[in-house]
């Protein structure tokens, strides 16, 4: 007997890899922003500069 496929399988599959790769993307992410805010706050502690948000402009 040949074995029947089931044609939701293979989206089923692609779906959940789908998923993982957009959890281990979005991990990522904030992985790199916490890096990102800590050598920030490091940088601004030895300066005695406060950080710099981004949202404020050199007059």
Do not use: F, H, I
């Amino acid at each position: 007997m040949a074995k029947k496929t089931d044609p939701k399988t293979p989206n089923a599959a692609a779906d959940t890899r789908e998923d993982r790769l957009k959890a281990a993307l979005k991990a990522n992410l904030a992985r790199r922003k916490a890096q990102t805010r800590a050598r920030a706050g490091v940088k601004g502690a030895q300066t005695g500069n406060p950080v710099a948000t981004g949202s404020e402009k050199d007059a």
